[in-house]
């Protein structure tokens, strides 16, 4: 079975928001993060996930919000239907700010809000902007407004170089001139501060990017040279473990169609 079964996947408003409705199985997601935020309202089951390092529970009728690039995993007792908008850093920063440093000044990630879940109906705005608009508003009164605002984590060197240059054949022997520490202290203290090693972190940040080539309609075939994957297959069990789904499962639901040709059939084994 499949970690995750994805009914729809949709862009909206200038690609700053992407809106999911899924069933996250049993066998659940190992740790990942996104490269924008997570908005979503479990609709049917109770999910249990650790984001930033803290333990959190979302039962059915709950709001959860995980800020982009934080390290999670999510596991279910039983199939838990949810839906998600992915949401740019900017377009919240401009339209939800106090969402923004609510969240971040706390290590709370989820909300019981009953007066918001009407408005969270993604079959009903996938592509209307004033609706978006309209719940990011009611749910920011919702949330309590943060006493203070934490200050900026120190971005680790190492991370700062994969952030830069994760689209060159960066050979991560580099980690010894991107720090002062030795390679295996820098791994260690890597991994402390994000959560993920640093060829996890870089993998992870080349499949992000590699939605964004499905979508513009890059032939999967090619996608795994495109972002320096050894293969397909490196580069489809990456993308699985990431999203829960194949790359020839993603297009298939982005773009609603069937598989096109022998290759295209090759991306989901």
């Known amino acids: ?137 009611k749910f920011s009164q919702y949330i309590d407004r943060p006493k203070r605002s934490l200050p900026d984590k120190e971005v680790f060197p190492l991370r700062r170089l994969i952030d830069e240059r994760w689209q060159e054949p960066l050979c991560l022997k580099d980690i010894e001139s991107a720090t002062k520490y030795s390679r295996w202290q820098a791994i260690r203290l890597f991994k402390k501060q994000v959560g993920l090693t640093p060829n996890e972190y870089l993998r992870q940040l080349r499949v992000l990017q590699s939605r964004h080539l499905i979508r513009q309609g890059t032939p999967l075939r090619d996608i795994a040279a495109i972002l320096y994957f050894s293969d397909q297959p490196h580069f489809t069990r990456s993308f699985k473990r990431l999203f829960g789904v194949t790359p020839g499962e993603f297009r298939r639901v982005l773009f609603r169609v069937a598989p096109q040709s022998p290759e295209e059939e090759d991306s989901d084994y």
């Open 1 to 137: 079975m499949d970690a995750k079964t994805i009914q729809m996947w949709q862009v909206g408003i200038a690609s700053e928001v992407e809106i999911m409705h899924a069933e996250l199985n049993y066998t659940g997601l190992s740790q990942h993060f996104h490269d924008v935020w997570s908005v979503g309202h479990i609709i049917e089951g109770e999910c249990h996930f650790n984001s930033g390092g803290v333990d959190h529970i979302a039962p059915a009728g709950s709001i959860f919000i995980i800020p982009a690039y934080e390290v999670h995993a999510c596991a279910a007792g039983k199939p838990v239907n949810y839906d998600v908008y992915y949401i740019s850093e900017m377009y919240l920063k401009v339209h939800a700010p106090q969402i923004l440093t609510a969240t971040f000044a706390s290590s709370q990630r989820v909300w019981v809000a009953p007066d918001c879940i009407e408005f969270f109906d993604v079959s009903k705005k996938l592509h209307d902007e004033a609706q978006i608009k309209l719940w990011l508003d």
